[in-house]
Structures are given as C-alpha cells and as structure tokens.
C-alpha cells in the first residue's frame, strides 16, 4: 500500500515494479515475431542460458536496444536448429527473425523471452551477404584478379595461415614432409584463428603481416581443418573477400567443407576441398616438372644409344673392309674411319644440343644452383628473422604495453572483463596479479 509524505502519495520501488508487470501481463498477453540484430549472445556455460543484446540500426546508429533470455532448454534446441539449417551456430552480428514473449523482473527489468527462431529468415540474410559481396567484387573490377596472378615455375616458398594446432594443418604437412628436402620446400606459419567472430579480423591481420614481406614469398595458402562445415559464413565476409581478390601473391584455400563455395575460395586463385587435397595440387606442380626431367632424359639417352648404334656398325664395316684391303688403301680407309668418328661426335654433340634447348630453364638452374643455393639460404635466414621480430611479443612489451590473461584466456577486448574478476598482467619486467574494481568502455567515458 503507498504510503504519505505530507501531502504526497509515496509508492516504494517494488510496488512501482510490480504495477508495471502487471500492467504489461495484461497487456502483452501472446507471443509476436520481432526481427532484430543479434549484437551479442553472452553465453553463460554455467547455467546453459543465454541474455542477448539486440539492437536496431539505422544507416548504421542504433535506434533501439534491448536484452534479452534464452532459457537453457530453448536455446539448445535453436542451435541444434541452426547446425542442421545453416551449418552455423547462433553467434554475434547474425539479423535474427524470432518468436518473443514481454517479461519484466522487479530485479532485472524488463527483457524480451525468445522461444524459437525462424532459421529460413536467418539462412537468407548469410545468402544475401554472400550475393552482396560478390556483387561489390565484380562492380569494382576485382573478383578474377588473384585467380589471373601468376607464380614462378617451382614455387618453393610458401606462407601459411592456419591454426598451429589443427589438424588440417597436420594433414597437410603429412603429404608434403617426404618431398620438402627433396625439392627444396620452406612453409612458414602465420597462426590465426580460422572460425569464429575473430577469425575475419584475425586473417586479415596475417595478410598484412604476410604482406610487409610478400617478395620473400611465392603463394598463401590458408588452411583450415576439423571444423566441417560450421562457421564458414566468415568467408564471405567483403573485406576479407576483398583483401584476397586484390592480394599481390596468389592466395590457395583449403578450408575443409565440400558443399556450395565460399565468395573467399570463388576469388582465391585456387580452391581445394580439404588441405589434404591442396597439398596434393601443390605437389603435382613438382611432381610434373620431375616427370618431364625424366621424359628428357630418357629421349637422350635412346637418341645417344640409337646414334652410337650406328656409328659402331659403320666403323665396323670399313674394319672389315680395310683388312681384306691393299696396303695402299689402309691410308684412305683411316682417314675415313676418322671422318666417320668426327662425324659421330658431331652428331652426339646436335643432339645434345638440341635437347639442351628443350631442358631451357631446367638445365640452367641446376648449373646455376649450386652458385645461389647459399645466397637464397642466407635470404630465408634473414626473413624469417624479420617475421620472428615481428611477431615476437617482447618486442611489444618493451614499448610500454601489456598482455593480460584470465582464466588463462588471452583479453583483447573490455567485454571480456567482469568486475572483481582475477586477472594477470604481464610487463616487460615482471608479472603482475590484480582484480578488476571498475570496468569503464569509451562510451562511458
């Protein structure tokens, strides 16, 4: 009941709460369809229940926001939906058709209840995503590009994006480890992460890194295994798409799915199923390059065993010849005998020659090889030195910044924080434990 001060009529705050929910139960007594933006899920795993935050935007500002729950047992069967559907799970950034219900807590305000949603809705925005961005590629001129790009006849030299720890990485070093010394191959790795929210973000950044040094380099490959055919929606992402069209070094994907194509694979200069087979397209270069050294190999030697054949028979001939002869005629029979061999090693030296001209650049690098072999070593040496101080993390340390850890977990956003949470920072000289008492964004400053 409210109470009076003076002459005012005083509700306390519950009793305000309490008039609102009922006041919204009889209102909003049935479900309805809402479309918005799934800004962020913030998935607790402890409890299986999921608050988002949705939002509407307009012309990119946001002109409504509001939370919202997904019980436990709703959410499991939406993302068990959206697996089967879309081959995605609901995550962040996905526009979302669903089903909602008005609940209001004295405690937690008010929120919206989402009971289902419609995957159909959801499988046509990731479509139009996909269509859009090929459809900005082509308006600009640049979706063949990188497949029109071109490498040398042996490209030894490859960077690779992957994930050091997956397994489409392992598989691909699998197939190429027995002929790496055999040819010559050097791989080096620029970890990122290939699925996710981050894993856009995380490509680019190796791209430009790969990019700061791109003439030590022949061809990129980006690989990625173990994760089927979920969370491949990033690569129709335009800006990636965009980086790999107009990349100057050809960009090769095997990404592991075998349904419809990806806007990144479509613009990537070669494409392959798994990293398995792309290791094998890889090889197949060397492999037919080995076979035709051998092909020309093996027409000198019929050629050379066929012409001195003949030869031999020749001079057997005039042999015979001479020694039923005349003495008079062992003179001339020499000198033809020398004639004959002069022209033998005439002929053996055209043919030579001649396959000489079909070996072309086969035949000079190996003379040129052994010249060069230790420069391009000491050029290797000194670009994987380059990349290690790029990307060693006491270099960044030393400039004044920090890395922080939680839970053992890498914090590169302040939405990974919580108050009173237990964190690690970690400074050029020393490591330091703290827990969080304020968190502020820049919206807050």
């Keep these: 009941m409210p109470q009076t001060f003076g002459d005012k009529k005083v509700f306390s705050l519950f009793e305000v709460c309490s008039s609102i929910k009922k006041t919204l139960d009889e209102r909003y007594t049935s479900r309805f369809w809402v479309r918005a933006e799934l800004m962020k899920l913030n998935y607790y795993k402890y409890s299986g229940h999921a608050y988002p935050d949705l939002v509407q935007k307009d012309d990119g500002r946001v002109v409504a926001q509001l939370r919202a729950i997904i019980w436990k047992s709703d959410l499991l069967r939406i993302q068990s939906a959206f697996l089967q559907v879309l081959n995605e799970p609901l995550k962040d950034g996905l526009e979302i058709l669903f089903e909602a219900s008005i609940t209001f807590d004295a405690v937690h305000g008010l929120s919206l209840r ?84 981050e894993a856009v973000a995380s490509i680019r950044q190796q791209l430009r890194k790969i990019l700061s040094v791109h003439t030590s380099f022949d061809m990129v ?58 290791a094998e397209y890889y090889l197949d270069i060397f492999h037919k390059r080995e076979s035709e050294l051998k092909s020309v190999g093996h027409a000198i030697v019929k050629q050379v065993t066929f012409a001195l054949k003949i030869h031999k028979t020749q001079i057997k001939n005039i042999l015979i010849k001479t020694t039923s002869s005349f003495p008079r005629k062992i003179t001339y029979q020499q000198f033809k005998i020398s004639s004959l061999i002069h022209t033998y090693q005439s002929n053996i030296f055209r043919i030579i020659k001649a396959q000489h001209g079909r070996l072309d650049f086969e035949i000079v690098t190996l003379i040129k090889s052994g010249q060069s072999q230790l420069k391009k070593y000491n050029r290797e040496l000194s670009t994987i030195e380059k990349i290690i101080q790029i990307q060693n993390p006491e270099n960044i340390l030393k400039k004044g910044y920090a890395y922080i850890t939680a839970n053992k977990r890498t914090i590169r956003s302040i939405k990974q924080l919580k108050a009173n949470q237990e964190i690690i920072i970690t400074m050029k000289d020393g490591i330091v434990n703290a827990d969080v008492l304020k968190i502020q964004t820049k919206k807050d400053e």
């Design 221 to 278: 490959m980006i690989i990625r295994g173990g994760g089927g055919e979920a969370g491949l929606s990033c690569y129709n992402n335009y800006n990636l798409c965009s980086d790999i069209a107009t990349y100057p070094l050809p960009v090769l994907t095997g990404i592991g799915h075998s349904t419809n194509l990806t806007v990144a694979e479509m613009v990537a200069f070669h494409h392959a199923i798994t990293p398995t087979a792309l």
């Design 114 to 197: 989402i009971h289902q949603i419609d995957t159909s809705f959801s499988l046509g925005m990731i479509e139009r995503e996909k269509l859009e961005t090929i459809a900005k590629l082509k308006s600009r001129g640049v979706f063949e590009l990188n497949k029109n790009r071109s490498f040398r006849d042996l490209p030894k030299n490859v960077a690779v994006i992957s994930v050091e720890t997956s397994k489409g990485w392992s598989d691909f070093q699998k197939v190429v480890e027995p002929y790496t010394t055999k040819y010559g191959l050097f791989f080096m790795l620029f970890p990122a992460l290939l699925q996710g929210d």
